[in-house]
DNA sequence: ATTAGCACTCTCCCTATGAGAGTGCTAATA
DNA sequence: TATTAGCACTCTCATAGGGAGAGTGCTAAT
């Protein structure tokens, strides 16, 4: 069933009101705060309709109505009005954003930017890297038998990783080994999850057989053994869920606490909308996850150097105020994708 | 007043049947469970007299008594039976450890360790670097102009930091300093948290006066200038909380979410209990933290190479298994002294 | 097509009530 | 003198009833 005109605005003016309120809505309040000059008896048939349409929904017969996951994303696609940001909120996140010098301290400012702003959960998703060609690796001996594997990728994103060696390697060695692995990098484009099979493939050619099963072998495949699916998640203001009145039972509550708990599912959730749009929105059941049943998730991708990186995002109630929660969200995934290109 | 032997049973009994069932103990109660031989008269008479010395108190005039802060303390420090753990749980907790072959992994893992095979929140206090000596810095270009620092300190621990240079600092140069920096280190223990000092003292008697004023000087500052204060906490089993009676209604776990959310202030929390003693337990308001009133911490100090390094431990209502929570948080944080030896 | 009017439904809050659990006190007992 | 049986008393909790209020759906009138 098409909407018709009066049926859209209703719709609006109830998803407004219940965001507002918390409230069923009945068709008095539309009439009296949304001056539609319909009587409640008319604006009570609309939403008749739209109850039967599945956009409205009543938690007894007698009370307000409440919108759908279904109304809701009606409502996110066609109804709303865009918001724009005060110019003074706008400096406010970028007078924040300024004391930020390190990649680790960007990420924990941008998720706790977007709960304060928000009142909701702030999400960042550290940058995927398996997309990433690799640059340059260095080896680093720290202490006795432990030497620390740098890899820079061309986003410019450094991962580590500290390997125990059995045997010793020396420094001319190791010297080797990276000037080695270095002009393999500088002759074609490597993938990060390449690395190891192409790297090694090279190096056998190399490595006397020898040693090809000794610990210098061992050693560099564990270097390379990076792993992709342990995406970094920041995640602040948790808190911010007692705030909000439908998380007042307990039972509501331990959903979504055990959605922020897995930090490894709520990666791998936003993970999977990678790349579609830079603005993404999953609202309620939507979601095949059942934690996030009574939830909605705003998600932006931010991008370093024109490349698309990772996401941020908001995860709240379904009432939310959608307009806004859009605006800071996409504000702040620019900002930060200016950020992190800088670096 | 002095307890005599028959109050401290009965104490005991009411702890442990109230940790068991987590309802107001009668008198009744104690006399079918625990087979003192005495009527429940009796008990009652001793129940008053424990809850005049504040021992005891209950929820309303004819309900049942529950222990106070006060009460737990007297059970922990006198009363409880010490519990072991069981072989078979020793083996899994190593076999779980055999796993963990890096720093951050066997973090992580021990919080999830802890909150696991305790059904509260597992808490691990990142080893504190302030009390060590700098072994061994060295300086890595990553990408164009951008200088990863790495600091080596005399319990193996390493911290990085990414700085960025406003010009060009050559590989030559580099290496100067960092020969120059590591000799200095050879001569004499410079305690990390006066790195920034003494160094800077250093170098200025050999850094040109156009240099001093120039990016070298700033870069070096940047690099020595790592922030002690940010002591980084895992934690795991947030959602063991909901499990808990005691944080049924939501403003009682209002009160400990807001303290797991601030992971500063428990961080510091833990670390002013550092260097008393190897275990330490805080029971409700014991702490000035009014977020932990309703809830108690168990901590255990883990080392590394036998010098005290960081705590470990749990963190759930005061209505807890003290016996059990104290083996576990004291055998994981030997374990994980061993693993953090070995690395 | 819209609306006024009205019966109906459901929630919420208040009160009352009774059962049950547990206590404190007292007088009897070993 | 220490212990206990007995009992009145207190408080909670679950249940039910009733009235107010909010909001609806339907119908007949406009």
Same mark, same amino acid.
């Given at each position: 069933?098409?909407?018709?005109?009066?049926?859209?605005?209703?719709?609006?003016?109830?998803?407004?009101?219940?965001?507002?309120?918390?409230?069923? $809505?009945?068709?008095?309040?539309?009439?009296?705060?949304?001056?539609?000059?319909?009587?409640?008896?008319?604006?009570?048939?609309?939403?008749?309709?739209?109850?039967? #349409?599945?956009?409205?929904?009543?938690?007894?017969?007698?009370?307000?109505?409440?919108?759908?996951?279904?109304?809701?994303?009606?409502?996110?696609?066609?109804?709303?009005?865009? #918001?724009?940001?005060?110019?003074?909120?706008?400096?406010?996140?970028?007078?924040?954003?300024?004391?930020? *010098?390190?990649?680790?301290?960007?990420?924990?400012?941008?998720?706790?930017?977007?709960?304060? &702003?928000?009142?909701?959960?702030?999400?960042?998703?550290?940058?995927?890297?398996?997309? #990433?060609?690799?640059?340059?690796?260095?080896?680093?001996?720290?202490?006795?038998?432990?030497?620390?594997?740098?890899? $820079?990728?061309?986003?410019?994103?450094?991962?580590?990783?500290?390997?125990? $060696?059995?045997?010793?390697? #020396?420094?001319?060695?190791?010297?080797?080994?990276?000037?080695?692995?270095?002009?393999? %990098?500088?002759?074609?484009?490597?993938?990060?999850?390449?690395?190891?099979?192409?790297? &090694?493939?090279? %190096?056998?050619?190399?490595?006397?057989?020898?040693?090809?099963?000794?610990?210098?072998?061992?050693?560099?495949?564990?270097?390379?053994?990076?792993?992709?699916?342990?995406?970094?998640?920041?995640?602040?203001?948790?808190?911010?869920?007692?705030?909000?009145?439908?998380? *007042?039972?307990?039972?509501?509550?331990?959903?979504? &606490?055990? %959605?922020?708990?897995?930090?490894?599912?709520?990666?791998?959730?936003?993970?999977?909308? %990678?790349?579609?749009?830079?603005?993404?929105?999953?609202?309620?059941?939507?979601?095949? &996850?059942?934690?996030?049943?009574?939830?909605?998730? $705003?998600?932006?991708?931010?991008?370093? *150097?024109?490349?698309?990186?990772?996401?941020?995002?908001?995860?709240?109630?379904?009432?939310?105020?959608?307009?806004?929660?859009?605006?800071?969200?996409?504000?702040?995934?620019? *900002?930060?994708?200016?950020?992190?290109?800088?670096?």
């Amino acid at each position: 069933m098409e909407l018709n005109e009066r049926m859209k605005t209703i719709l609006a003016a109830v998803v407004h009101s219940y965001f507002t309120t918390a409230e069923p $809505v009945s068709s008095s309040i539309i009439a009296q705060k949304y001056h539609l000059n319909l009587s409640t008896a008319t604006i009570r048939h609309e939403m008749y309709l739209l109850e039967k #349409n599945d956009y409205l929904w009543q938690p007894h017969t007698s009370s307000g109505r409440i919108p759908t996951d279904k109304g809701y994303r009606f409502y996110v696609d066609n109804l709303m009005v865009k #918001n724009y940001l005060q110019e003074k909120e706008k400096r406010e996140i970028i007078q924040i954003y300024k004391k930020s *010098k390190e990649f680790e301290e960007a990420m924990k400012m941008t998720s706790q930017l977007l709960s304060k &702003l928000t009142d909701n959960i702030g999400v960042v998703l550290a940058p995927v890297i398996y997309n #990433n060609i690799v640059k340059e690796i260095q080896f680093v001996p720290v202490g006795y038998n432990r030497i620390l594997t740098v890899i $820079v990728t061309d986003a410019g994103l450094v991962c580590q990783k500290i390997v125990n $060696v059995s045997g010793e390697i #020396n420094k001319d060695r190791l010297n080797y080994l990276s000037n080695f692995i270095n002009s393999k %990098l500088a002759e074609k484009d490597i993938n990060i999850t390449n690395l190891n099979n192409i790297l &090694l493939d090279e %190096l056998e050619k190399i490595i006397s057989l020898q040693e090809r099963f000794n610990y210098v072998y061992n050693f560099l495949e564990e270097c390379f053994n990076i792993r992709y699916s342990e995406n970094k998640v920041y995640l602040d203001g948790r808190i911010n869920l007692m705030k909000h009145p439908e998380f *007042k039972e307990t039972d509501k509550l331990n959903y979504i &606490l055990s %959605l922020i708990e897995e930090e490894n599912i709520l990666a791998a959730t936003i993970r999977g909308y %990678l790349g579609f749009r830079k603005t993404k929105i999953i609202i309620g059941k939507e979601s095949k &996850l059942k934690e996030m049943q009574n939830c909605s998730l $705003v998600t932006s991708e931010y991008s370093i *150097k024109g490349k698309s990186a990772g996401a941020i995002g908001i995860l709240g109630p379904t009432r939310m105020d959608y307009p806004r929660m859009i605006s800071i969200t996409e504000y702040i995934s620019d *900002k930060l994708s200016e950020i992190l290109s800088e670096f």
